[in-house]
């Protein structure tokens, strides 16, 4: 075990201590996540996410004029391109699609909130107006902004509507236009009128929650940097597999095998050192981009486990195209094009969401998916608990990919590879 511990350090010194190994495993991450940060608004303002067809939910239990207006804002054809909605009766059903990620989204629009903004006949304002509800699907970060910007820019005008009514209700009783009988017919008229004008928001709230129960915010960074950093940890479990080819050519390691070193510990050793320097580059840019930009990424332990989970997920991968692959050569122009390649079809450039329905099927054979959706779910307030999916999925790839490769490598000898 000793030894095995060792040979793994030394790789990870090695990889370190190579400037342009360094450049890729770090600052072209950062690089790259600072572009796509300002392309995509995020230290500009910009909030352009492109999406569109994105599927949504409307439990509409009001029955009141506001009620209606959203569902019919929602199905209107302005939002045909940006918004596929679906009109159900049965929240608890709703929410259950939300949770088997089937939507992005449930606007749930309680009895009463009509009532509540511009009260009937008889009725005095509620101190406190009844609340819409949007619960959100962690995982769909981009279609759940574009729905909740919606969504609150319809609330502003509800509250302009509002407060717009009080105002000209006041004025004409102020000028003797109206009597006090008449106050609270033009009040509701001039409120419901008003209520479809922009405006901004300012007392009537949006619940926002997520199926954790609590409100969150989501910074876009929290998915683009670790697309950054799941991507670029496959150049560095491939930069180790093909470490290994260059000592079999220059014959280090038929050198280790006739010292009282098993295969076993030399393989072990070449593996654990692999998946050290894929960890320690990810919580590199993990730390640098919290203590850089602010970025939140989540429960502290549920990142840490997710970030080992991520790392030997990779490291399978580099393992098995090492076991495949028998020159220095066609490692780094393999694993360079399985990197973009990875990098695409998890979402480190394009949402996956974007993508037809079998191409995000295929996602799931890469690393980057699966770390992409824990790593979303993380920032978005998840916990431990909500990303043991993606945990056990890396896992499961890690061993069956390990799995294979001691299989090849048996075939062909660790001394020939």
């Known amino acids: ?3 095995l511990f060792l040979i ?3 790789d990870l010194k090695l990889a370190f201590r190579d400037r342009a190994a ?4 770090l600052l072209a991450p ?3 996540t600072i572009g796509m940060g300002l392309i995509t608004g995020r230290f500009s303002g910009n909030t352009n996410t492109g999406l569109s067809d994105i599927p949504l939910v409307l439990v509409n239990e009001d029955g009141g004029s506001l009620g209606n207006a959203l569902v019919e804002m929602m199905q209107s054809k302005d939002l045909e391109s940006l918004l596929e909605p679906q009109v159900m009766t049965d929240l608890p059903a709703a929410y259950a699609l939300v949770d088997e990620d089937k939507t992005a989204a449930v606007i749930y629009i309680p009895a009463g909130f009509s009532d509540s903004v511009i009260p009937a006949s008889g009725q005095s304002t ?3 107006p009844v609340q819409i509800e949007l619960y959100l699907n962690p995982t769909r970060p981009n279609s759940v902004g574009v729905i909740k910007t919606i969504l609150e820019q319809f609330m502003s005008q509800v509250e302009v509507g509002r407060i717009g009514g ?7 009783l102020t000028s003797g236009a109206i009597d006090i009988s008449q106050a609270e017919a033009v009040g509701r008229s001039m409120g419901e009128k008003q209520a479809n004008e922009a405006g901004q928001s300012s007392s009537i709230k949006l619940n926002r929650v997520t199926n954790s129960g609590e409100e969150v915010k989501f910074d876009i960074l929290a998915y683009l940097a670790p697309g950054m950093a799941l991507m670029f940890l496959m150049f560095t479990v491939s930069y180790g597999g093909r470490s290994m080819l260059v000592e079999q050519a220059a014959g280090t390691l038929p050198r280790m095998l006739t010292s009282p070193t098993t295969t076993a510990q030399v393989l072990g050793g070449k593996v654990f050192g692999i998946f050290l320097t894929g960890a320690a580059q990810m919580l590199i840019l993990i730390f640098g981009t919290t203590l850089l930009f602010r970025l939140d990424w989540g429960a502290p332990f ?4 997710l970030v080992l989970a991520a790392a030997l997920g990779a490291t399978g991968w580099g393992i098995f195209l090492t076991a495949l ?8 122009a393999i694993g360079s094009a399985v990197m973009l390649i990875f990098g695409i079809l998890g979402g480190s450039f394009i949402n996956v969401e974007m993508m037809p329905d079998w191409i995000q099927f295929i996602s799931r054979i890469t690393p980057n998916r699966w770390g992409l959706d824990g790593f979303t779910t993380l920032a978005l307030g998840g916990g431990f608990a909500n990303i043991l999916t993606p945990i056990i999925g890396l896992l499961a790839m890690a061993a069956i990919l390990f799995v294979i490769s001691v299989v090849i490598f048996s075939r062909r000898g660790i001394g020939r590879l």
């Open 166 to 172: 009080q105002v000209v209700v006041t004025q004409l």
């Open 325 to 332: 692959l028998k020159t220095p050569g066609q490692a780094s």
């Open 302 to 305: 549920a990142v840490f486990v």
């Open 126 to 128: 509620p101190e406190e």
């Open 1 to 3: 075990m000793r030894k």
């Open 30 to 32: 950062f690089a790259l």
């Open 8 to 10: 793994a350090l030394k």
């Open 22 to 25: 360094l450049t890729l495993m």
